[in-house]
């Protein structure tokens, strides 16, 4: 008998375990799937071209030493300059390419692509 009750104890664990488990990778892979950032360094944008889903939130940062900005082609979105390890983010709402370039360093160019 006792075995049995052990065993029972066993199985309701392991499935309030399953549910939390679930629970908590649903909300884990939804934040995750909305943030996506682009790196500043040695005059480029790294990834250059970068795909996203509507709705994610880029946030370039700046790895060079030297200040750079982040200006949409189409005026979509525009950051102050950034000095070293300085950071803009913005969300992209809408379906479309979006190329930008660097203000200060005009051959500097970039392009986010939302799906
Ligand atoms: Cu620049």
């Known amino acids: ?22 629970a908590g990778t649903g909300d884990g892979s939804n934040s995750q799937q909305h943030i996506s950032e ?13 795909k996203v889903a509507v709705g994610t939130t880029v946030t370039w940062t700046n790895r060079d030493d030297i200040p750079h900005t982040v200006v949409s082609t ?3 979105f525009k950051s102050k300059v950034l000095d070293t390890d ?3 983010s913005f969300t992209f709402t809408k379906t479309g390419s979006y190329p930008y370039f660097c203000s ?11 799906q």
């Open 38 to 50: 682009v790196k500043i360094d040695n005059f480029s944008f790294g990834p250059n071209e970068l």
């Open 74 to 76: 189409d005026g979509a």
């Open 86 to 88: 300085e950071k803009f």
């Open 1 to 22: 008998m006792k075995t049995i009750a052990l065993f029972i104890l066993t199985l309701a664990t392991v499935g309030i375990l399953a549910t939390a488990l679930v």
């Open 104 to 114: 200060i360093h005009p051959k500097m160019t970039g392009k986010v692509v939302v």
